[in-house]
């Protein structure tokens, strides 16, 4: 069924990650409703909104360091590609800072 999809391990953690932030945030919801705040982004943004926007710059970090791996490897003169689990761990950051301060 799954055949169709690379799923390695960080690519496991990863989206298993988004379906956890899922759930907290639909329970912190119900339990203490949001309101519109101004954070360093340019617009007024909800929690819902903030996470939508870090997981969507999560996500394009994570295309960019696969498109940019090979040449990384390249550049640096490494035997392999390096760790995905590096832009797994930097997109996660960024996605915490946006969720904190956004």
């Not at 926007?53 to 490494?78: E, H, P």
């Amino acid at each position: 069924m799954f055949e169709w999809m690379a799923w390695t391990t960080p690519v496991a953690v990863f989206f298993g990650c988004i379906a956890l932030m899922l759930a907290g945030m639909m329970v912190w919801e119900f339990k203490s409703p949001t309101s519109m705040r101004r954070g360093f982004l340019p617009i007024a943004t909800t929690r819902g909104d903030r996470l939508f926007i870090g997981l969507l710059t999560a996500a394009y970090i994570n295309l960019i360091f696969v498109g940019v791996s090979y040449r990384l490897m390249i550049w640096m003169n490494l035997e392999t590609e390096p760790s995905v689990w590096i832009s797994s761990i930097f997109s996660m950051g960024v996605l915490m800072l946006i969720m904190r301060k956004g």
